[in-house]
């Protein structure tokens, strides 16, 4: 169990109002320490609320963490950070780890085609422009894309697709791409792109969540590939030591408490309010109750799969590259592979490569064993990269059943409608908060600020605006028998 030092002790000014306004503080469940659960947890306890945190998992950080194999971290989940993560940044300042991030230094990244890896490190626009692994003509036409890019970078925000406008409202990118780019860029740039980042191809993302994609690229601070000295479980711990968080805790059941109006019951323990941050098909599992919409957003949500699959490589053996992109008519079984040497993961032999299968494979291979999946793995990159044959050894093979949520068009129009319903229906409906990157924002600066829109709806709905100071904060409404 992680330490119990409350959020209370960094309440901000703004914070504690609930305290302030003479109201007792609410008590609140969270199901789910990984990075979303656990910043919005942060941030209710510092606007004075009891915040217990259940996870399933024997340490926190979901998505998000680390485990240490032979002596050597492995990024088991996300592997980067950007820098224009501007409300983890904010985060790590006040949790005091900010001097901990630092930006990869490594050598160039490649994507690979026709047997040929041609180098490409893509930090801003013009780096794309220079990609010489496809014609000229191809690059007139992302010139003109990113020409036009500029324009919409201000209106698009890739960390919450819930807002901006939708120029191509139900087309997916790779069809926008084709017809627009031409089908060499849709082929060896957009998909392995989306692949890369995301696991599933670029016929499953909308095109607005493509061109909220391509704008980091023209945006204030580039693709700039940051990470934590501690390894990516350093943010979640440090949120982890401020709050109570109950690891091992598999919670089974969520429910209206119909004697107590809005209230819940987790595992029949009674709270205010329970914010579900768990992967959405989960959520719908756990939930017996929530409303129609809530329920049918969750069983509507998709996900790529993936395996995460690491492997010991001499280093003497080991070029020195970021990230290698790995086109789907090159291999239906990698996606991309990272030499995480370039943040830390080294010893004074060996550096470890981590490789993300394409969502085909991956959700296909989430029964094999750990042997068949070294084994299958590093045939394949050593069928990609002769000069790997024999030089990989299996580290650590992480399953994820639900890696990424998939932003298609129809399911970025299921969340704006919901996320713009009332209590009654969305948010809040039944005292139950779903919280996590499928709700329009994906990656971990997508979750944390998810985790922080959620903390402060639930804190607004706690302490009602106008309310003056002493009275009381609930009268016990009558239960509603269509939320229980
Ligand atoms: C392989 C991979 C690579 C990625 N790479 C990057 C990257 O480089 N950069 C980036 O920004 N993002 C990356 N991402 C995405 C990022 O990791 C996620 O968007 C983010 O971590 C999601 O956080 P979350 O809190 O919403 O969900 P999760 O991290 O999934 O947290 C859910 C938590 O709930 C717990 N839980 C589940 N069921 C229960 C239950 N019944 N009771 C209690 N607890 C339960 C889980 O154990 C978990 O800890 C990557 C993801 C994967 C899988």
């Known amino acids: 169990m992680a330490s119990r030092r409350s959020a209370r002790d960094s309440r901000s000014a703004e914070g504690a109002e609930g305290a302030r306004s003479g109201a007792p503080p609410w008590k609140i469940a969270v199901v789910g320490a990984g990075i979303s659960g656990l910043t919005c947890a942060y941030r209710i306890a510092q606007r004075g609320h009891d915040v217990v945190v259940f996870e399933a998992g024997e340490a926190v950080g979901g998505r998000m963490r680390t485990v240490v194999k032979e002596g050597l971290p492995v990024d088991v989940g996300a592997n980067l950070l ?48 220079r990609y010489r692994g496809v014609s000229f003509g191809s690059r007139m036409q992302l010139l003109r894309y990113f020409l036009k890019a500029s324009a919409w970078a201000d209106r698009l925000d890739f960390f919450d697709l819930s807002v901006g406008d939708d120029e191509d409202e139900g087309r997916d990118a790779y069809a926008v791409v084709e017809e627009r780019l031409g089908r060499e860029i849709a082929d060896y740039l957009v998909d392995p792109f989306v692949r890369t980042f995301h696991f599933h191809g670029s016929d499953s993302i909308s095109m607005k969540a493509f061109d909220a994609l391509a704008a980091l690229f ?10 934590f000295r501690g390894f990516m479980s350093a943010l979640p711990e440090a949120l982890a030591a401020r709050l109570d968080v ?14 107590r109006g809005r209230g819940v019951l987790v595992d029949g323990e009674p709270f205010d309010r329970v914010v579900v941050a768990v992967p959405a098909p989960i959520a ?17 949500t998709r996900y790529a799969a993936t395996l995460d699959v690491a492997f010991r490589v001499p280093l003497a053996v080991a070029e020195d590259f970021e990230g290698i992109w ?48 070294f084994r299958d793995v590093a045939l394949e990159w050593s069928r990609l990269f002769p000069r790997y044959s024999g030089h990989l050894r299996g580290l650590h093979v992480e399953r994820w059943p639900h890696a990424m949520p998939i932003y298609s068009p129809d399911h970025l129009a ?13 948010q809040g409906a039944g005292g139950i908060f779903l919280c996590g ?40 409404p009558p239960p509603d028998p269509s939320e229980s």
Do not use: Q
Request: hydrophobic share 40%; with cysteine; charged share 30%.
């Open 326 to 373: 790995v086109p789907f008519k090159e291999s239906a079984i990698i996606s991309e592979c990272a030499n995480d040497a370039c943040k830390g993961c080294k010893d004074g032999i060996d550096c470890v490569f981590t490789m993300g299968l394409h969502a085909e494979t991956g959700a296909h291979w989430l029964g094999r064993s750990d042997e068949e999946v």
């Open 414 to 426: 299921r969340v704006r409608a919901f996320l713009a319903l009332g209590e009654d229906a969305g």
């Open 246 to 259: 109950r690891c091992g805790r598999r919670v089974r059941s969520v429910r209206a408490d119909a004697r």
């Open 437 to 476: 990157d499928y709700l329009n924002h994906p990656w971990i600066e997508g979750s944390i600020r998810c985790g922080e829109k959620v903390a402060n709806l639930l804190a607004d709905r706690a302490v009602p605006a106008g309310r003056a100071k002493g009275t009381p904060l609930r009268e016990t």
């Open 82 to 129: 950007l820098a224009n993560y501007d409300r983890l940044h904010a985060l790590a300042r006040e949790l005091e780890i900010d001097d901990s991030l630092f930006p990869f230094v490594s050598g160039a990244g490649g994507i690979l085609r026709d047997d040929e890896l041609t180098s490409f490190s893509p930090k801003s626009a013009f780096d794309v422009l």
């Open 284 to 300: 719908l599992e756990l939930l017996e109750g929530g409303s129609d919409p809530m329920r049918a957003l969750l069983a509507e």
């Open 218 to 227: 023209v945006g204030r601070d580039g693709f700039v590939p940051t990470g």
